[in-house]
């Protein structure tokens, strides 16, 4: 069986070894499987940023208010400590 693909910045077993060797690394995607609804909703609008999405189509593709993308993006700018999505892809993507 062909391995599932894997979010760019996504956590496995090397990465997070690696990523633990610097701590200044911002790990985003800790565990394989998110805690509770609103992890897994924030690791889904983070793929669609990654890829390019705006907020408006991020919002018809997961069936949520354009509202709730921004209030799931706010969260995650403040975790990662950026302020724009240039900035949230570039960590995630360790540019």
């Given at each position: 069986m062909p391995s599932r693909?894997?979010?760019p910045g996504a956590a496995t077993p090397?990465?997070?070894a690696a990523d633990?060797?610097?701590p200044g690394r911002l790990l985003l995607f800790r565990h394989d499987r998110p805690r509770n609804v609103a992890d897994h909703?924030?690791?889904d609008?983070?793929?669609r940023v990654v890829a390019g999405?705006?907020?408006r189509a991020i919002a018809?593709?997961?069936h949520i208010?354009?509202?709730t993308v921004q209030d799931h993006l706010k969260s995650v700018f403040a975790k990662a400590g950026v302020r724009s999505r240039r900035e949230l892809v570039a960590t995630i993507l360790d540019l």
């Open positions: 693909p894997r979010l090397d990465r997070r633990a060797a610097r909703r924030r690791c609008v983070l793929a999405l705006p907020s018809m593709e997961l208010t354009t509202a």
